[in-house]
C-alpha cells in the first residue's frame, strides 16, 4: 500500500510492503535552516508497541565511541537522509509513522514540525497469488550486526532462515500441495540448486504430480548451468 501525508512544510510518503516499509521524506526550503535530521516514531497498532526506530550514525558530541553493531535511536541521533526503511515490520499489521523534523544542538534537540501516516503491511499469502522475496543486499548491514558478518554456512540455520524470510518455506509449502496425479507443478529457475527444493520435486513427482521445470542450462562463463546440472544429478 502507499499513503502519503503533508504538513507545515515536511511531506512523508509511505510505500509498504509485507515485511518492509520505506518512507520518503521532504522538508521545503523554508525549514531546512537548522534541521538536523529526521526522527521517526513507530506506533504498531496490533501488538501495541511503541518505539522510535534506530540507526548506526551519530553525533559525535553525544556519543564519541559508539559500540560496533549497537543502534541508537533517532530521537537522540536524528537520521540525516530523506529516505528510511523500516526493515522490522510484521505482515498484515497496522502501524502508524510519526516523522518528526528535529533542530538545535546536539544533546538537546528540539522537535518541531510532524506528521503521522498511517501504513497497513501486505499479508504474506493472497487469496490467489502469493509472492515471497528474500532478503538481499538492502539488508546486508542488518545481516552483518544480528551475525557478526559470519557467512551462513557457518552461522548455522538461523542466518539461514533469516535470509530466506519466509521464501524457501513458501517454496516447499507450495510444492507439498501436489499430492497425486490431479496436480501440476510448473517451474523458472535460474540458480536451480537448492536440495531441499529439488528434494521436494522429486518427492511430488514421486507421488505422481506431473512436473515441469526450465531452468538456465545456457554454457557460458558467468551462468551457473554447471552448479545447475551438478546439483539436479545430486
Known sequence: MRNRKSTNGLTVNAIAGSHVVILGLNVTNAKRKGLRGIAIRRADKTEGEVCWLK??????????????????????????????GDYSAKPGYKYTYTVVAMYGDPGSL?????????VN???????????????????????ARRFLNKPPSEEGPAAYEWLSRGLLEGIIAFIQRATG????????FYEFQWPAVLNELRAAKNRGAHVDVVFDDIDNA?????????AISA
Do not use: C, M
Not at 559525535?60 to 549497537?70: G, L
Not at 528540539?110 to 498511517?118: A, F, G
Not at 496425479?181 to 517451474?187: M, N, P, Y
Not at 558467468?222 to 551438478?230: D, F, I, R, T, W
Open 55 to 84: 540507526g548506526t550514525k551519530v553525533f559525535e558530541s553525544v556519543e564519541p565511541h559508539p559500540a560496533p553493531a549497537v543502534q541508537y535511536s533517532s530521537l537522540v541521533h536524528p537520521f540525516q537522509t530523506f529516505q528510511w
Open 110 to 118: 528540539e522537535q518541531r514540525t510532524s506528521v503521522s501516516v498511517n
Open 121 to 143: 503491511t501486505e499479508p504474506i499469502e493472497g487469496a490467489t497469488h502469493s509472492v515471497y522475496f528474500n532478503r538481499g543486499s538492502p539488508a546486508t548491514q542488518e545481516y
Open 181 to 188: 496425479a490431479s496436480f501440476g507443478l510448473k517451474g523458472a
Open 222 to 230: 558467468s551462468g551457473p548451468h554447471k552448479a545447475n546440472e551438478a
